[in-house]
């Protein structure tokens, strides 16, 4: 019996394929996941059980991972089992072809007969159920593929994808103090120019939650620093070198907010480059997102450590007075003090952090 093969695909283009002994054939190298490395100069065992490695551990990556709050509840309810390794995890995603919100790759095995416009979560209808499921861990039987398209959201907080006409809302959950931190860093970083999402309030099963819209479509994708830094270091690019040169703004700007607010989860995950779907190239970083754990590490002026120094050490003021040297505060409207009226604890802080950096706008 022959090996079973899977074709990788970009929207309709065949990018690779690859069967379940590792033997692969690369197309298109340009077009292929940034965060997915296949060798098909080689057919030696150590090289193939890396393919294999590499294209499970791809395929994991487009399905939930298990610390988010509920996802053993979202599995139950669509009868598949509580996944563990990369394996395991990769054969959800590849039930339903890899499919994703983030990007415009997909998987199918090499016979079968269909299409992007067939598969992509752009286009189909998935169940509203979804949202339900995973924002408050309730039990439902639904259709298992219509359901388990919507798992590829990543992150350790409630989240659900709502369609409306014309795209995607992004409800996020995780108790009344951790929306309420994300909708004060928004309304904060409105008052500074950068390429930002926009979270808004709004009320879900009479709870708060914050709502955004999709950054993603058929013609954008992003892709997480963590992607983009595998695939520097198997094209030997310097990743610091790159994105600067990409988009100094927004890299300067990300770390001027995340001091003022007190952001302590930028980790790589969560900021990276938005691609033109078309080239599969960067454009420029993604708008900057989540803030729902802004205003930790708040007690001084230091900040926490930063995370974005691409191996560099320098806590969170540090980082932003560096940012301020480079590119300036860019400031475009006053941070009202009645903002803080939920959380007025962090409001003196977030003033001294502020002065901090106008202190060296004035000695440049």
């Not at 197309?27 to 393919?51: E, G, K, R």
């Not at 003090?337 to 502020?354: G, I, K, N, T």
Request: hydrophobic share 35%; net charge negative; glycine share 4%.
């Amino acid at each position: 019996m022959a090996d079973l093969i899977y074709d990788i695909m970009h929207m309709d283009r065949r990018v690779a394929r690859i069967d379940v002994s590792g033997r692969c054939k690369v197309y298109f190298p340009s077009f292929m996941p940034y965060h997915l490395y296949l060798d098909d100069t080689s057919a030696d065992v150590d090289t193939l059980v890396n393919n294999v490695t590499n294209f499970y551990y791809w395929c994991a990556t487009r399905v939930l991972t298990l610390d988010r709050t509920y996802a053993k509840e979202i599995l139950n309810s669509i009868g598949m089992k509580q996944a563990v390794t990369d394996r395991e995890r990769a054969q959800i995603a590849l039930s339903y072809r890899c499919a994703s919100l983030t990007d415009v790759f997909w998987v199918k095995e090499h016979s079968e007969r269909v299409s992007f416009s067939d598969v992509n979560l752009y286009d189909n209808h998935l169940s509203n159920a979804f949202i339900d499921i995973s924002l408050r861990g309730r039990q439902y039987t639904v259709d298992n593929r219509n359901l388990a398209r919507d798992l590829s959201t990543n992150g350790c907080f409630p989240k659900a994808w709502k369609r409306v006409e014309g795209g995607f809302l992004l409800l996020k959950d995780g108790g009344e103090d951790a929306v309420k931190r994300e909708l004060l860093a928004s309304r904060v970083a409105r008052c500074f120019d950068l390429s930002q999402v926009l979270y808004e309030e709004d009320v879900f099963d009479g709870e708060r939650v914050t709502v955004s819209v999709n950054i993603t479509s058929k013609e954008y994708s992003i892709v997480p620093m963590e992607s983009f830094e595998i695939y520097s270091l198997n094209h030997e690019r310097n990743t610091r070198k790159y994105i600067l040169s990409l988009d100094r703004h927004n890299y300067y700007m990300m770390n001027i907010i995340d001091y003022l607010v007190g952001n302590t989860d930028r980790h790589w995950g969560n900021w990276g480059v938005l691609v033109r779907n078309v080239t599969n190239k960067p454009v420029s970083l993604h708008p900057l997102m989540d803030f729902n754990q802004a205003f930790y590490s708040y007690d001084t002026p230091d900040g926490a450590n930063c995370q974005t120094l691409f191996g560099r050490k320098a806590n969170q003021r540090e980082a932003a007075l560096e940012a301020v040297r480079r590119i300036g505060l860019n400031q475009r409207a006053e941070v009202e003090s009645d903002w803080f009226s939920e959380m007025p604890e962090y409001y003196d802080m977030f003033v001294q952090r502020l002065n901090i950096l106008k202190e060296k706008t004035v000695d440049l």
